[in-house]
């Protein structure tokens, strides 16, 4: 009796820690998916903004070689929209970055003195000088960039400025910083200077901009705000533009980020509920004489099955307080530690983020309740085959 009772223990606790592990393995997941997008989506923000308006061109894009002219008062009106913190004029220009021999093409992006650089970007060095009357002779790179040239804060190096009709133009500027955001799309792509130097060399007035960058304190509402823009502050040929639809493979590559994540949580819950089923099945099967001799004491097929419902349910909810103490406890590890380090040039992230959503959490922990009570259903049914002639007569 004792030797049966210490394999039904075991069993149970068998059975808990399968079920705790699937679903600690699904916080994780989740976790982990949803700091890898935050995270992601954050720094393309922190350089882009939210919302872009420019020039309608046929694509999204805010490069265009005609200017349009700084218009304070859309700036005014943009700015009492709701969620938006600051409306930066800005004009870019394809350039050739040479330093020590060394060549890089980059995409200059001009910014006025008022622009505001987000937290969510790494930077060293000091931020660009615009006392300046003309324009300031400084440029920030990209830690990226950098390193290709070679070159650190406070060298010199050489913009190309190409045109169709005349030859190229050379400045001498110095690097008054480094940024890092981690994201190909951005450290690859832009170096920053002053938006006046953009002005001067493509023979531009003073009030001559390439476009408008809109940031919000809440992403959600970035469709919201450009549509806003759209209907009732800006005419033609003026366009606005969410930064999702001017990077529309970044975030279509963290969409199917998330459908992996969605497809491992299917998995995991598939395991869970074949370790509970087949653990239960196997406890029914070493409880047979036990269920026969109730069934030949007159209990109802109705009251044993609740009493396997019972020992299923009290299974399932020991392995998803197990599971949230695991995940979320490897969670917090993970968030103060950092201890998961992942290759930034392939994850655009140095170690793997989390974000801990509590709706989400909720519903993994209602979700994996309600489908393991509901399949523990299938082995309980097995009880109906169980005949008490058959498994008391050698009892």
């Known amino acids: 009796m004792s030797k049966q009772k210490g394999t039904f223990s075991a069993l149970t606790v068998l059975a808990i820690v399968a079920t705790g592990l699937s679903v600690a393995i699904m916080i994780v997941c989740v976790a982990v998916v949803t700091g890898f997008k935050k995270n992601i989506r954050e720094k393309l923000f922190a350089f882009t903004g939210h919302v872009h308006v420019s020039p309608f061109n046929g694509k ?3 490069f265009t070689e005609a200017p349009i002219y700084l218009d304070q008062k859309l700036i005014a009106q943009t700015k009492k929209l709701p969620y938006v913190t600051q409306v930066a004029p800005f004009a870019e220009r ?23 650089f987000s937290g969510q970007l790494e930077f060293t060095g000091k931020p660009i000088d615009y006392s300046d009357t ?14 290709k040239l070679d070159i650190g804060v406070g060298d010199s190096l050489y913009i190309q400025f190409f045109s169709k009709n ?20 951005v450290d690859k792509v ?3 200077c002053d938006l006046r130097m953009l002005q001067h060399i493509n023979q531009w007035s003073a009030d001559s901009i390439n476009a408008y960058q809109v940031e919000l304190s809440n992403e959600a509402f970035a469709d919201s705000v450009s549509n806003l823009i759209h209907y009732d502050i800006i005419n033609p040929p003026l366009e606005s533009y969410t930064s999702v639809e001017n990077y529309q493979s970044v975030f279509d590559w963290l969409n199917l980020q998330s459908l992996n994540g969605q497809i491992l949580l299917i998995i995991m819950a598939i395991v869970a509920i074949i370790n509970l089923g087949t653990i239960l099945l ?32 009290y299974i399932s909810l020991a392995g998803v307080i197990l599971g949230n103490v695991v ?9 103060q530690f950092h201890l998961i380090k992942l290759p930034e040039e392939t994850y655009f992230m140095r170690y793997a983020p989390i974000e801990i959503t509590w709706w989400q959490i909720a519903i993994i922990d209602g979700g994996c309740l309600a489908v393991f009570v509901l399949f523990i259903l299938l082995p309980s049914l097995y009880i109906l085959r169980i005949q008490p002639s058959r498994v008391l007569q050698f009892k």
């Not at 394809?94 to 505001?116: A, H, N, W």
């Not at 005349?166 to 480094?178: E, N």
């Not at 036990?290 to 030949?296: C, D, N, R, S, V």
């Not at 995940?327 to 968030?335: N, S």
């Open 134 to 147: 003309a324009y300031s002779r400084q440029i920030i790179l990209s830690q990226t960039v950098a390193s």
């Open 60 to 62: 999204s894009s805010t």
């Open 190 to 192: 832009f170096a920053l």
């Open 327 to 335: 995940g979320l406890t490897l969670c917090y590890l993970q968030y």
């Open 94 to 116: 394809p350039v050739i970055l040479q330093s020590k021999g060394k060549m890089e093409g980059v995409e200059l992006k001009g910014l006025d003195k008022s622009y505001r």
């Open 166 to 185: 005349t030859a190229p133009r050379i400045r001498k500027v110095k690097v008054a910083g480094f940024f890092h955001s981690g994201l190909d799309e």
């Open 282 to 313: 196997i406890l029914i099967v070493d409880r047979a004489a036990m269920i026969g001799l109730f069934k030949a004491m007159g209990m109802s097929i109705g009251g044993i099955i609740k009493i396997f419902l019972s020992l299923g349910s």
